[in-house]
C-alpha cells in the first residue's frame, strides 16, 4: 500500500506559476512511477507529467515546455510555468507499483488559473 498526501493549488492569474507537491509513504521501495494527473469537468481524466523510479521524466505535449516534475525520494512536486486557463482542473498524484501494477491515487487538488 502506499499513501499519497497532495498539497499546494490554488487561484493563479493567467501566466503565473504554481507548484504542487506530492509525498508518498508506505510501501515506497516498490514503486515504479509517481506522476500527475488532472480532470477537468466533463473530460476525462489524462496525464500530465509522470517520473519513473530512476528519474525519467515524460510530460504531455500540452504542458512539456511549461511544467516541470521534480523528484526527490518519495516526493515528487509539479512545477507549473506560464499557466494557462485551461490548465484549470482538479490535479491528481498517482504512484504506480511493481505488484500488480497497482495505482494509487491522492484525494486531487484544484488549480484554478483565472483573471
Known amino acids: 500500500q502506499v499513501q499519497l498526501v497532495e498539497s499546494g493549488g490554488g487561484l493563479v492569474q493567467p501566466g503565473g506559476s504554481l507548484r504542487l507537491s506530492c509525498a508518498a509513504s508506505g510501501d515506497i521501495s516498490s514503486i515504479l512511477f509517481m506522476g500527475w494527473y488532472r480532470q477537468a469537468p466533463g473530460i476525462k481524466r489524462d496525464m500530465v507529467a509522470r517520473i519513473s523510479s530512476g528519474g525519467s521524466p515524460s510530460y504531455a505535449a500540452s504542458v512539456y515546455d511549461r511544467f516541470t516534475i521534480p523528484k526527490d525520494g518519495a516526493n515528487v512536486d509539479l512545477q507549473m510555468n506560464r499557466l494557462k486557463p485551461e490548465d484549470t482542473a482538479v490535479y491528481y498524484c498517482?504512484?504506480?507499483?511493481?505488484?500488480?501494477?497497482?495505482?494509487?491515487w491522492g484525494q486531487g487538488i484544484q488549480v484554478t488559473v483565472s483573471s
Open positions: 498517482m504512484a504506480q507499483i511493481a505488484a500488480g501494477l497497482r495505482e494509487f
